[in-house]
């Protein structure tokens, strides 16, 4: 079952090699809008405070770009 999963991602990336990328941008942009929005409620204010999508559209980013790479 895990080699099935592996070899679809692999096979979806090979193709699609760019939706990563653009995932991670859109996380990036994301947490841009969080920043702006008035801290009063708590998840929001919470995600802006510690910029956890800015961190995760990053990681998603390098990934999506070594991963591109390779395949």
């Known amino acids: 079952m895990m080699m ?4 679809s991602t692999g096979d979806f990336l090979a193709r ?3 939706v990563p990328i653009l995932v991670a941008v859109g996380l990036i942009l994301l947490n ?5 929005l008035p801290g009063d409620w708590p998840i929001v204010g ?3 405070h510690t ?3 800015l961190h995760v ?3 998603v980013g390098l990934l ?3 991963l591109g790479d390779v395949l």
């Open 51 to 53: 910029d956890l999508l």
């Open 4 to 7: 099935r999963l592996l070899r």
């Open 57 to 59: 559209g990053l990681i």
């Open 64 to 66: 999506g770009i070594l």
């Open 16 to 18: 699609w090699s760019g």
């Open 32 to 36: 841009l809008v969080f920043r702006l």
């Open 46 to 48: 919470w995600l802006a």
